[in-house]
């Protein structure tokens, strides 16, 4: 004997002709249970409690009556889920970050967090690679409204996050022994807690050396009020004072986020992640990245409502927003590679 070699026998050849193959595409932003809202929020367009034109508020409404059913047990969730992750397989996706805030089942007492662990065996059981983004949302309003109604589902308790932090640790145990699934930490909003309470949920993220997320100046009336609790701030601004910037932070839409504030994060190694599919169905808007140099942070996409699920229709989209801002084509494809070898922005 004088070689030893594997038998080709154990392998299945396949020939993809005239055929481009992709990586598994990375949906960065996602909430899966969102997916049953197709159809319900685009029938009427004066829906609003305040009578006024359909806007992102007036959806919110719409969201919070499907928490109602989606909630009501652990099965309903992760069957909603499931559906969701099989749909993203579908479509190229195999890797997600699903930002999650809807824990409990019962929202009288907001104790159970029976929701978090259908959210992962759903993707579990799904075959998807996923990042479940824990979410702390304590508060219904900038100035600290309590939660009330449907908002009670996504109670995440004390602000001194003892409970939210022995939640996360049971969570841990549950994902030591599967490998598809692991964790991150979430601040919901300037809306679910103030820049102070974000920040040491970042350092409760580094402490575990896990990523932090936090959704960022989506609504103009968000970001008015932020500017009357933080001495004028923007909230951008109030979270690069607070040191809440960095590789580990994502920042999901920024859609109303000033050059000036972007650049700065980015320049710092912030990453921002944008979700155009969702934007636009929401009419919120769509930020200015044109501006942004290829080696400050990354920008990331995200399936976020998901109205429709489609990677390459949110780069599409991504594209054509800032077409239309600027008059201009190829607006976010640099023409030149920069040091790190990235192609471009996204």
Same mark, same amino acid.
């Given at each position: 004997?004088?070689?030893?070699?594997?038998?080709? $026998?154990?392998?299945?050849?396949?020939?993809? *002709?005239?055929?481009? %193959?992709?990586?598994?595409?990375? /949906?960065?932003?996602?909430?899966?249970?969102? $997916?049953? %809202?197709?159809?319900?929020?685009? @029938?009427?367009?004066?829906?609003?409690?305040?009578?006024?034109?359909?806007?992102?508020? @007036?959806?919110?409404?719409?969201?919070?009556?499907?928490?109602?059913?989606?909630?009501?047990?652990?099965?309903?969730?992760?069957?909603?889920?499931?559906?969701?992750?099989?749909?993203?397989?579908?479509?190229?996706?195999?890797?997600?970050?699903?930002?999650?805030?809807?824990?409990?089942?019962?929202?009288?007492?907001?104790?159970?967090?029976? #929701?978090?662990? +259908?959210?992962?065996?759903?993707? /579990?059981?799904?075959?998807?690679?996923?990042? %479940?983004?824990?979410?702390?949302?304590?508060? +219904?309003?900038?100035?600290?409204?309590?939660?009330?109604? @449907?908002?009670?589902?996504?109670?995440?308790?004390?602000?001194?996050? /003892?409970?939210?932090?022995?939640?996360?640790?049971?969570?841990?145990?549950?994902?030591?022994?599967?490998?598809?699934?692991?964790?991150?930490?979430?601040?919901?909003?300037?809306?679910?807690?103030? &820049?102070?309470?974000?920040?040491?949920?970042?350092?409760?993220?580094?402490?575990?050396?896990?990523?932090?997320?936090?959704?960022?100046?989506?609504?103009?009336?968000?970001?008015?009020?932020? *500017?009357? &609790?933080?001495?004028?701030?923007?909230?951008?601004?109030?979270?690069?004072?607070?040191?809440?910037?960095?590789?580990?932070?994502?920042?999901?839409?920024?859609?109303?986020?000033?050059?000036?504030?972007?650049?700065?994060?980015?320049?710092?190694?912030?990453?921002?992640?944008?979700?155009?599919?969702?934007?636009?169905?929401?009419?919120?808007?769509?930020?200015?990245?044109?501006?942004?140099?290829?080696?400050?942070?990354?920008?990331?996409?995200?399936?976020?409502?998901?109205?429709?699920?489609?990677?390459?229709?949110?780069?599409?989209? #991504?594209?054509?927003?800032? $077409?239309?801002?600027?008059?201009?084509?190829?607006?976010?494809?640099?023409?030149?590679?920069?040091?790190?070898? /990235?192609?471009?922005?996204?």
């Amino acid at each position: 004997m004088t070689v030893l070699r594997p038998s080709l $026998r154990a392998y299945h050849r396949r020939e993809f *002709k005239r055929v481009a %193959l992709l990586p598994g595409f990375v /949906n960065c932003h996602s909430h899966a249970f969102q $997916r049953g %809202l197709r159809g319900k929020g685009e @029938s009427d367009y004066t829906r609003g409690s305040d009578g006024r034109a359909a806007n992102f508020w @007036s959806w919110r409404e719409e969201m919070y009556r499907l928490v109602g059913s989606v909630a009501k047990d652990e099965s309903s969730m992760k069957d909603a889920c499931l559906r969701c992750f099989g749909e993203m397989i579908d479509a190229g996706i195999t890797s997600v970050g699903e930002f999650h805030y809807l824990h409990h089942v019962d929202a009288a007492t907001a104790k159970d967090f029976l #929701l978090d662990r +259908a959210v992962l065996e759903a993707a /579990n059981e799904a075959g998807i690679r996923m990042r %479940l983004i824990q979410t702390y949302y304590h508060s +219904a309003s900038v100035d600290g409204k309590p939660l009330e109604g @449907s908002q009670r589902h996504f109670e995440s308790g004390d602000v001194d996050l /003892n409970v939210f932090k022995k939640q996360f640790e049971r969570l841990e145990a549950f994902v030591s022994d599967k490998p598809l699934l692991s964790l991150a930490v979430a601040a919901h909003s300037i809306r679910g807690c103030n &820049v102070d309470t974000a920040k040491r949920l970042l350092d409760f993220a580094r402490e575990k050396k896990v990523p932090f997320h936090m959704h960022v100046e989506e609504q103009v009336k968000e970001i008015e009020a932020a *500017k009357e &609790v933080y001495s004028g701030r923007s909230v951008s601004r109030a979270l690069l004072d607070s040191g809440i910037y960095g590789p580990d932070v994502t920042l999901v839409h920024c859609t109303h986020t000033s050059v000036e504030d972007m650049h700065e994060h980015t320049a710092k190694g912030t990453n921002i992640c944008i979700c155009p599919a969702t934007e636009g169905c929401l009419a919120d808007g769509f930020p200015d990245l044109s501006r942004l140099r290829p080696e400050d942070g990354q920008v990331c996409i995200g399936s976020d409502c998901n109205s429709r699920i489609d990677t390459l229709e949110e780069l599409r989209w #991504l594209e054509y927003a800032h $077409r239309l801002r600027t008059q201009r084509r190829g607006v976010l494809i640099t023409d030149t590679l920069p040091a790190k070898g /990235n192609p471009g922005r996204i």
